[in-house]
Nanobody, 115 residues
Framework: QVQLVESGGGLVQPGGSLRLSCAAS????????MRWYRQAPGKEREEVAS????????NYVDSVKGRFTISRDNAKNTVYLEMISLKPEDTGVYFC????????WGQGTQVTVSS
């Protein structure tokens, strides 16, 4: 059974930090490109960051460059998203995605940036 389980979301003040984790199981994690998406209320889901299967190719949406860091641990079947200097516009549900032979999604974790 394929599972992607996100964790680490929560309520944080502007300027604060959070670290999201996505634990994968049920498929060969090391063969999949991993992505983080987010969806703000009333908006479409957008890709935030991606990391290649080997971790050597990384991309970010412009709005998070310099503030977010994606990483993965293939031994632990986990991908991370380190977020610093958070802004209210970073608020949304953050989803983990695995794309390779198939396309898998987690259920999301809520991130709220508010004072």
């Amino acid at each position: 059974q394929v599972q992607l389980v996100e964790s680490g979301g929560g309520l944080v003040q502007p300027g604060g930090s959070l670290r999201l984790s996505c634990a994968a199981s049920g498929f060969t994690f090391k063969n999949y490109v991993m992505r983080w998406y987010r969806q703000a209320p009333g908006k479409e889901r957008e890709e935030v960051a991606s990391i290649s299967s080997g971790g050597d190719r990384i991309n970010y949406v412009d709005s998070v460059k310099g503030r977010f860091t994606i990483s993965r641990d293939n031994a632990k079947n986990t991908v991370y998203l380190e977020m610093i200097s958070l802004k209210p516009e970073d608020t949304g549900v953050y989803f983990c995605n695995a794309r390779g032979l198939n396309d898998y999604w987690g259920q999301g974790t809520q991130v709220t940036v508010s004072s």
